[in-house]
């Protein structure tokens, strides 16, 4: 029986504001599903399911037990509305990945009023669960394997301690490098490599964004052979260079 505790404790409706940038760390996981509208600014979500970019004006998705590291960049305003729920109507058992989803101007403005209502009740429950009707139908899914299982748990090992080997890796997951490399390769659109990449890079713009560190020292710290090739994968990555990056997101 669904009393009024639970009921009201089943939905996390908000609009966060922040200004230039934001890191989050949500690598716990979160305890609920979230469809969001980015309404001013930009961001990327980093997961075991691999990156999504969001721009303003996208709607995207982030399922419950998703462990992620998010950052968010605003020029200099970031704004999004959030709609946290518990209960997904999934009666297919399908996983549905953190996504952008593509939607209609309906969809939008359903998201809007259901960010400004004061107070939750029936009627924006069920307004909320229509919106999430429309959405459903243009998200992308999969059924669990043993490769999907294989590539998340490196993919997450990856984004813990991006200092790992590929030995050390495969170790962990209980696999042989040769299998790892396979599945990686016919299974994945992101190759082992590839990841460890994005996550060491994601990692110096967060550190060249909310901190002072020289650039020597947060080469050394992400163990790159010398600040030089930092400066040069640095800027073959975000297309700019860690000062230029800085000044941009200066805080």
Not at 63 to 85: D, N
Request: aromatic share 14%; proline share 4%; with cysteine.
């Amino acid at each position: 029986m669904v009393n009024d505790i639970i009921f009201y404790k089943s939905f996390v409706f908000n609009t966060f504001h922040f200004v230039n940038y934001k890191f989050t760390d949500n690598t716990n996981g979160i305890h609920v599903n979230y469809f969001a509208y980015m309404t001013k600014g930009n961001a990327r979500l980093v997961s075991a399911d691999g990156e999504v970019t969001l721009c303003e004006g996208d709607i995207f998705f982030i399922p419950s037990g998703c462990k992620y590291r998010s950052y968010w960049y605003g020029e200099p305003q970031i704004e999004f509305i959030s709609l946290g729920f518990v209960f997904m109507p999934n009666f297919d058992g399908k996983y549905y990945p953190p996504q952008v989803i593509s939607h209609s101007d309906e969809a939008v403005e359903m998201m809007k009023e259901i960010a400004l209502q004061p107070a939750l009740d029936c009627v924006t429950v069920g307004k909320f669960y229509t919106l999430v009707g429309l959405l459903m139908p243009n998200m992308t899914y999969r059924h669990g394997g043993k490769h999907t299982e294989l590539i998340e748990k490196a993919s997450r090992l990856i984004a813990e301690n991006p200092g790992l080997t590929v030995k050390e890796i495969a170790k962990a997951c209980a696999v042989s490098e040769s299998s790892l490399y396979f599945t990686f390769k016919h299974h994945s659109d992101k190759s082992l490599g590839d990841i460890k990449r994005s996550v060491i890079m994601e990692k110096s713009k967060e550190l060249i964004v909310s901190t002072d560190r020289s650039v020597e020292e947060i080469s050394r710290i992400l163990n790159f052979s010398s600040s030089a090739y930092f400066r040069k994968c640095f800027k073959e990555f975000f297309g700019v260079s860690p000062r230029e990056m800085r000044e941009k997101y200066k805080i």
